[in-house]
């Protein structure tokens, strides 16, 4: 007998390696932060022995989330202003309120909140977009949670840098920092095309080429957003940044709500590494909807994410996948469109690829590291029983998810954090919410 970390028992295993890979009565082995077998359970009780045993009857284990566009801290701002446009949403609302409250202890606060909610449905590795980046790097040590962290670059000043220059001062001082870090990956932000210059954009692509990084770029979220680059650069967006270099396969493009037959053929010939799906975000701010089925039908990596909580309102990558097929049934007017495997394969392995970390992540499979969560499937919300992925995805709530595994360490356990004390962090959010109240309401 083999002695291993911890043996996790459970009713079904859903390994995210293809869209219909269930397995009953199985067990994960786990050692040395990763998983080393996925075999039937009686044949783990024969060869293999732990001081760590889980038994997960009624519940499913499925590869865990990966949330891949996100602005954590400003779940702070949650609800602070609702139902609005989203160029109204932000030049009116939101970046008034970061100029005046965004600093490292808020983001660091916000990070810590926002991460025990990720962490209590399900998330286990986000891709985020914000200022203060030591902050929520800080913040994602002591949660446990993977994490990538956008080095933001803007034309305007900011609580987080006065100019161009100390944005990408301050954002290589952070890739310095957490480069050999095991779980924080920088990546960088520019923006959007309507708040980043040309030259800001082309120092963008020098840097991310030098040090090998993702570029996470807000693109195509809006028809406002290309009818103005139409007026200002007689282009569209993606024609504009496909001049500069832009288009390519370190290129996350978040939203791309408004798509043409040029635009499609630019993407088809670069292969960015992935396009960002965020339909709870975009159908709030009535931004439009990302086209899921005509882009994997191009074969496009197309991946899910919650967008911040203050355009969500929340989150909730069940819920988003729940949304994500919905509204691609709907768009589509096909039924079959986005069905629930798929759905949840944007939301784990999809997500792991374009965020480049699909060779170690996203799915389970001996070798890849133990990032799971289990998801208790015998609630009166998910009986009766007929198919666990459809299950999950057409019914099944966030706070049916108890226990949440980040490289073998154990962040959920029966719906408890181990790492974030829940109390402390409410207290935190109410002391911000009664700063920021006297300002808002």
Request: with cysteine; charged share 20%; proline share 4%.
């Amino acid at each position: 007998m083999k002695t291993v970390d911890q043996i996790i028992h459970a009713r079904w295993i859903i390994t995210g390696e293809s869209n219909a890979d269930v397995l009953e009565n199985h067990s994960l082995v786990i050692a040395d932060q990763k998983i080393v077998a996925i075999l039937p359970t009686e044949q783990v009780k024969q060869h293999y022995t732990s001081p760590t045993h889980h038994t997960f009857a009624t519940h499913a284990i499925t590869p865990g989330l990966i949330n891949a566009h996100t602005h954590i801290s400003m779940n702070y701002f949650r609800g602070l202003a609702d139902d609005l446009p989203l160029m109204d949403w932000l030049n009116n609302h939101i970046w008034p309120a970061e100029k005046a409250w965004v600093s490292h202890d808020f983001v660091r606060d916000a990070s810590l909140f926002a991460m025990a909610e990720m962490i209590r449905g399900g998330t286990t590795c986000f891709n985020d977009m914000y200022f203060f980046l030591q902050a929520t790097a800080e913040a994602a040590d002591i949660a446990g949670i993977r994490a990538h962290i956008g080095m933001t670059v803007l034309e305007f000043p900011t609580a987080w840098a006065k100019n161009v220059d100390e944005y990408f001062e301050r954002g290589l001082a952070f890739y310095d920092q957490y480069r050999d870090h095991p779980r924080i990956t920088a990546t960088v932000a520019p923006h959007a095309p309507y708040t980043v210059s040309d030259n800001t954009f082309l120092r963008v692509q020098e840097i991310a080429e030098t040090h090998n990084l993702k570029i996470n770029l807000h693109l195509h979220e809006t028809q406002d957003e290309v009818t103005q680059s139409l007026e200002q650069c007689k282009q569209r967006p993606i024609a504009r940044l496909n001049q500069l270099g832009l288009i390519s396969d370190r290129l996350i493009a978040i939203h791309m709500t408004t798509l043409d037959d040029d635009d499609l053929k630019i993407l088809v010939d670069k292969k960015p590494s992935g396009i960002v799906h965020c339909p709870e975000s975009n159908m709030k701010l009535a931004s439009g909807a990302c086209p899921v089925s005509l882009l994997q039908s191009l074969d496009l990596t197309v991946a899910l994410g919650t967008d911040g909580a203050a355009s969500n309102n929340d989150l909730d990558m069940l819920g988003e996948m729940r949304s994500a097929a919905f509204l691609s049934k709907l768009t589509t007017r096909n039924p079959q469109s986005l069905p629930a495997d798929h759905a949840i394969t944007l939301a784990t392995l999809s997500s792991a690829k374009a965020l480049g970390i699909d060779h170690f992540t996203g799915s389970l499979k001996p070798g890849k590291a133990a990032d799971f969560i289990a998801i208790q499937l015998d609630e009166i919300e998910t009986l009766p029983l007929f198919h666990p992925v459809s299950q999950i995805v057409y019914a099944a709530s966030r706070h049916q998810v108890t226990d949440v595994w980040v490289d073998g360490k154990q962040l959920l356990k029966n719906r408890q954090l181990t790492t974030l004390d829940e109390n402390a962090l409410k207290k935190r959010a109410i002391h911000w919410q009664e700063k920021l109240i006297h300002q808002y309401a």
